[in-house]
């Protein structure tokens, strides 16, 4: 049907678009119904006529969309918190940091929440980078508009919508985190699926994948590991090479093994008690700076980046010393210490991690979870991504000891910790921190007001749920003092309590 | 009306200025925190000047005014005084209003005038101003005649160089007819500016507004659609040329509503003293707000209303204030939802809908949900074109209905009824805020029908209210 939806004004309407110079419009036949035959009508009643008659036409609506609504089972987040998850992440950015964002995300993924749909479309950037915490709803928002099939197939929420069967029609995401998923459960099996599916991805995909894969690295992957050295793609490569090194006694660790003997130097010191020592030599480049603060860092996380994955064993007994010993010979190394926190911390020997805290470096907990820009910290973060909350715990119990900082740790590294945990501290090392000396160094004066705000933010996201009264009433104090930005660290916590209330 | 931060976040132009006020929470920045204890705030705040600035705030609606030179308003100094209300950190000492708070509240339009009381002096400058105004009827008697025949001239002056812009007008518009629509798009702007001056020059400010708008409406409707909507304006400038024309034909709402659309401006003044006019007073609710930037720089803010009673009075009202863009972004008194009792006075129209606030009686308070609308998705749809036979140029009406549903069509959206077979198009929000509504049931769906899309402001659903604004 013509746009009027009457064949006699369709003639009028399309003599008005060509233009009546030449063929004047067919007023009177065109609107029988409205002008008499017998009256000569203006061109322009006509147009008023035509006008009216377009602006009375009613459309029928179109036959309903074929595509079926989301179910999304989780419960919607209670109402007192949905302006508070607006403010602090609304918009494109929102007003907090990703880290706030990233703590109402787990927490709701946590509790099995959801936002309420009313809210995705003003929480954009927030669904768009958290979707899959946020529920089956989000997380097709997330993906809507890309091309492919409906969204709504491919969430994958606590595995219920994928099995090994068509997980890989899922986008890459869901893919990734179906993989991530298996591999706590069945590592082999994982890796098989993998390695079946991998000739018919693109780079990017595979490079996910093989990351999905870092959690639960064993000798049994190696052989796939190694056939990725010819990938067509460099990325695929480089990531391969980088997760082989984690393998024990694969070649690329043996030759990482005598490498890290060739620079280690073996002396005694003491007077009364010689005892031995171990030291590091580091490269060229390293050893000119090594005087800055900031190369100290740079150092650490060198020696961690290069030689963590070999092994505490495949080292102690390359030292020729039990692990203990090699620890305690290491005591002035920092180098060495950093890379053996992060090596019992991928092992989970938190005992040796514990005395190396407790007794040699009480911040090697950097060290353990990887410092900013560190190769390894993905595999870190996945490691620790395919913890239970009680391998969680005994972590926490042996890296975070707050009772021996002097000084709370920079803002970036409190985030780094969230990122690593995903979830609240354990209440027994938040306590301690809340009680620490550090922590008194918050109300500072010499503290600037400006970065008070980000650090009570990544506070109250590592706080757990009974603490976050008394963190409340910490913050009322700075607050007293005349603090403003710890408005978001305050929202926060309200927002948190809303979403994951304290266990009665 | 309870300050809170929710308030005080939609009141703020943008997040720098909320970050602002929050610097100006400290107690050593206020020398002066007090209130009338009716509603009215007001503080000096030491800013870099050896003077504070002065700052008052109503409660009640949230009316404010600072002495600060800020381009942004509210202003931070004014954020901040709400704000450290909110949060009853500092205290606000209870006195008589001073002289400089009693002079704002003597300009200050009636809403929110009426339930503070003003000071003694600013009464005494009340009467004066009432003994000035009434200082006419001692004038020279001669002079008022001569005064009065002048204004007779003006006017009719002005009545035949409308005529003659409305002239002008149709010549145009047949002009355009004759060289064909199809070719109408491409040199839209330059054609409808010409006439639009022609307009202005003829004292049809109105109606040249109405023209200057079409090449971007024109624009940014969809290709397939520009060729019916050109039809359908210049139809209804023809129709606006010809009602002008017969208007001692016309019934007197009709004609007043088509002098207003050429350019008759009526005051608010003028409408508050008009007898005649249709007074409502009940308890209303805001249903949507809207705020667009039009052509001649300014800012348009329309407050649509729902009345919450009964009787056979207009069930909606909409207010229009307008802002100059150069003030920077300001916000809507009013949000979604909100309630308040007030008596409307509405611009005279055979289908009433613009109306001014006479006076508020009460605070505006948190509503609770938006009463059903009487009527389906089919008589709601019906009612629309009712309006349209009373005002055949009507370009925004109220739509209510219960039992609406939205559905998706080829990445469109739809209002139907409950079996799919009459709906109105949805226009599309940017942000594809309407989209949550797709699969709900049973909806109570408010908007406004521009005769092309529907607006959503307001649906109250099984999941909650959803706000379009």
């Known amino acids: 049907m013509t746009s009027t939806d009457d064949p006699s004004s369709e003639a009028l309407r399309r003599r008005f678009l060509l233009g009546t110079a030449r063929d004047p419009a067919p007023a009177g036949a065109a609107l029988p119904n409205f002008v008499s035959q017998k009256v000569a009508v203006s061109e322009l009643t006509a147009l008023a006529l035509l006008g009216q008659r377009l602006r009375f036409r009613r459309h029928r609506p179109p036959p309903r969309g074929a595509q079926p609504p989301i179910v999304d089972s989780r419960k919607i987040v209670p109402d007192a918190a949905r302006p508070l998850m607006r403010r602090l992440a609304g918009g494109m950015g929102g007003w907090a940091s990703d880290v706030a964002a990233l703590a109402m995300a787990d927490t709701c993924q946590r509790r099995r929440l959801r936002p309420h749909p009313f809210d995705v479309p003003r929480l954009a950037g927030f669904v768009r980078r958290h979707g899959y915490s946020l529920g089956a709803y989000a997380a097709a928002w997330s993906e809507r508009g890309k091309p492919g099939k409906n969204p709504a197939d491919d969430y994958c929420d606590g595995e219920n919508n994928f099995d090994s069967s068509n997980w890989t029609s899922a986008r890459p995401a869901a893919r990734a985190e179906f993989i991530a998923a298996m591999r706590r459960r069945e590592p082999d099996r994982a890796r098989e699926l993998v390695a079946a599916s991998f000739a018919f991805d693109a780079a990017p995909v595979r490079v996910r994948l093989l990351a999905a894969l870092a959690a639960g690295l064993s000798p049994a992957d190696a052989t796939f590991l190694e056939s990725l050295a010819h990938d067509r793609a460099s990325t695929v490569r480089e990531r391969a090479l980088e997760l082989l090194k984690y393998i024990p006694g694969n070649a690329a660790a043996e030759g990482l093994i005598r490498d890290l003997v060739a620079r280690t130097s073996a002396t005694t010191a003491g007077l009364l008690r010689r005892r031995l020592t171990l030291k590091l030599e580091l490269p060229a480049n390293l050893q000119t700076v090594s005087h800055a603060g900031w190369s100290a860092e740079a150092v650490r996380r060198w020696a961690a980046d290069r030689y963590a994955g070999v092994g505490l064993d495949a080292m102690a007994a390359a030292f020729g010393l039990p692990v203990t010993d090699m620890v305690a010979a290491a005591a002035d190394a920092t180098p060495l210490l950093a890379l053996f926190a992060r090596q019992a911390s991928m092992e989970r020997r938190f005992d040796v991690l514990a005395r190396i805290v407790r007794e040699h470096a009480a911040d090697a907990w950097l060290d353990a979870i990887g410092r900013d820009g560190d190769a390894a910290e993905d595999a870190g973060r996945n490691a620790a991504a395919a913890w239970d909350d009680a391998t969680i715990e005994q972590w926490c119990a042996a890296a975070i000891a707050p009772g021996l900082w002097t000084t709370l740790p920079p803002v970036s590294d409190l985030e780094r910790l969230y990122r690593f945990l995903r979830r609240p501290l354990p209440l027994e090392q938040a306590r301690e921190l809340l009680q620490s000396p550090a922590f008194a160094t918050l109300a500072h004066p010499d503290r600037s007001p400006t970065g008070v705000g980000p650090l009570c933010l990544a506070l109250a996201a590592l706080t757990p749920p009974p603490l976050r009264s008394p963190l409340r009433g910490a913050f009322a104090g700075l607050v007293a003092t005349e603090t403003p930005p710890l408005q978001p660290a305050l929202q926060l916590l309200d927002c948190l309590a809303l979403l994951d209330p304290v266990p009665s | 009306m309870p300050v809170d931060l929710a308030k005080i976040e939609q009141l703020a132009p943008d997040q720098t200025s909320l970050a602002a006020a929050a610097k100006l929470k400290r107690s050593d920045s206020w020398p002066l925190l007090a209130c009338d204890g009716a509603g009215l705030i007001w503080g000096e705040c030491q800013g870099s000047g050896a003077s504070p600035y002065r700052v008052i705030c109503s409660e009640a609606d949230f009316g404010y005014k600072c002495t600060c030179p800020s381009r942004k308003f509210p202003c931070k100094h004014t954020l901040a005084l709400l704000w450290i209300r909110a949060d009853g950190a500092l205290p606000f000492r209870t006195e008589s209003v ?372």
């Not at chain 2, 009636?110 to 009432?130: E, G, H, I, L, R």
């Not at chain 2, 520009?226 to 129709?239: F, P, Y």
């Open chain 2, 98 to 469: 001073p002289a400089w708070v009693g002079d704002w509240l003597a300009r200050r339009r009636p809403p929110a005038a009426a339930p503070n009381k003003a000071a003694p002096d600013t009464a005494a400058k009340v009467s004066a101003a009432q003994a000035a105004a009434a200082a006419p009827s001692l004038e020279d008697a001669k002079a008022a005649a001569r005064g009065a025949a002048q204004h007779e001239r003006n006017k009719a002056d002005r009545e035949a160089s409308i005529r003659a812009g409305l002239n002008e007008l149709d010549l145009w518009i047949a002009d355009t007819l004759r060289s064909g629509l199809a070719a109408f798009a491409p040199s839209a702007s330059q054609q409808c500016r010409k006439i639009a001056q022609r307009l202005i020059d003829a004292k049809a400010s109105a109606l040249a507004a109405q023209v200057d708008r079409l090449p971007a409406d024109l624009l940014s409707a969809a290709e397939s659609m520009r060729s019916d909507l050109l039809i359908e304006r210049l139809a209804t400038l023809h129709l606006i040329a010809c009602a002008y024309r017969n208007q001692d034909r016309l019934p007197n709402a009709l004609k007043a509503d088509v002098r207003q659309l050429v350019g008759w401006a009526v005051t608010r003044d003028a409408l508050l003293a008009d007898s005649a006019a249709l007074r409502v007073t009940d308890s209303w609710m805001v249903v949507d707000t809207v705020a667009e930037v039009q052509p001649d720089k300014l800012r348009r803010y329309e407050t649509w209303l729902s009345r919450r009673g009964d009787g056979a009075a207009p069930r909606f009202a909409v207010l229009i204030d307008f802002f100059p863009v150069s003030l920077g972004k300001t916000a809507n008194a009013h949000s979604v939802g909100e309630v308040f009792e007030a008596e409307l006075v509405y611009f005279h129209s055979p289908a009433p809908l613009r109306a001014v606030m006479a006076v508020q009686n009460g605070p505006t308070v948190p509503g609770g949900r938006w009463p059903r609308p009487a009527d389906d998705v089919p008589a709601a749809i019906a009612r629309l074109s009712d309006v349209l036979a009373l005002r055949p140029w009507a370009d925004a009406v109220p739509f209510a209905a219960h039992g609406a549903r939205i559905v998706a069509a080829d990445a469109a959206l739809w209002l139907t009824d409950t079996s799919g077979t009459i709906g109105l198009p949805v226009r599309a929000h940017d942000d594809d805020l309407a989209l949550p509504l797709i699969g709900l049931e049973d909806i109570d769906a408010f908007g406004g029908w521009d005769g092309k899309f529907l607006s959503l402001g307001l649906c109250e659903t099984s999941l909650g209210r959803w706000i379009g604004a």
